[in-house]
């Protein structure tokens, strides 16, 4: 099993331009969730979804989108990119119900500049 | 919402000596607290994880203690080691209207000098 994987591994953009973040995990757990990382800031959740076919806004759901676009794939997208959103992006899965650890993939490095 | 505070934000030891993070957190629905290791450069991973019908919990040179009542738990290695040096997070949980999310603290850099 591959578990979590997440593309791409870096990425620069500039001030407005637009990209999705893929996510995908082969565990076949129902619950996936996008965090980004900023120095000394823990791991903030921006979506999450609970099962396929349902997304929730986290903490910092500003400036995202996503799609849970079957049970393997959640991806994030970035319509209009800041230089805010320059950040190390995570995308975790957890199995399911009674089930609460999550399992995180790599992580994409964004530049916004 | 819950909300995780996490101390220290770091931490230096000499290798052999034992290190303790501390982590708070607010909402008494949370049952499930876990704690990741970080490397630099490296994905978060789960390294013990206790749920609030445990008081403590250990593996091999790691342990974890749950006190429900004042809400707050801790890691705990001890015979520390260079390869230690990380990151750890602390995050609470579980059941309720969270759905499954997990609520992080800020982190603790662990240094383990030779």
């Known amino acids: 099993n591959a578990g979590v994987t997440q593309t791409p591994k870096f990425q620069v953009l500039k001030t407005g331009q637009s990209m999705t973040l893929q996510c995908a995990q082969d565990?076949?757990?129902?619950?996936m969730y996008w965090y980004r990382q900023d120095p000394g800031m823990g791991l903030r959740l921006i979506y999450y979804?609970?099962?396929?076919?349902?997304?929730d806004k986290g903490e910092v759901p500003n400036g995202y989108n996503v799609s849970r676009l079957n049970k393997r794939e959640f991806s994030l997208r970035l319509e209009s990119a800041a230089p805010s959103q320059t950040s190390v992006y995570f995308c975790a899965s957890r199995p399911g119900t009674g089930a609460y650890e999550q399992y995180f993939g790599p992580g994409t490095r964004l530049t916004v500049t | 919402g819950e909300n995780v505070e996490q101390h220290p934000s770091t931490l230096s030891v000499q290798e052999g000596d034992s290190a303790v993070i501390k982590c708070t957190y607010s909402?008494?629905?949370?049952?499930?607290f876990p704690w990741y290791k970080q490397e630099l450069g490296k994905r978060p991973q789960l390294i013990i994880d206790i749920r609030s019908n445990v008081g403590e919990k250990k593996d091999q040179r790691i342990a974890v203690t749950l006190n429900k009542t004042a809400k707050h738990f801790s890691l705990h290695i001890t015979e520390t080691q260079p390869e230690d040096s990380a990151v750890y997070f602390c995050?609470?949980?579980?059941?309720?209207?969270?759905?499954?999310?997990?609520?992080f603290g800020r982190g603790t850099q662990l240094t383990v000098w030779p």
């Open positions: 565990m076949n757990h129902n619950s």
């Open positions: 979804s609970a099962s396929e076919g349902t997304t």
């Open positions: 909402d008494s629905a949370s049952n499930y």
């Open positions: 995050a609470a949980g579980g059941r309720g209207s969270t759905l499954g999310r997990l609520y």
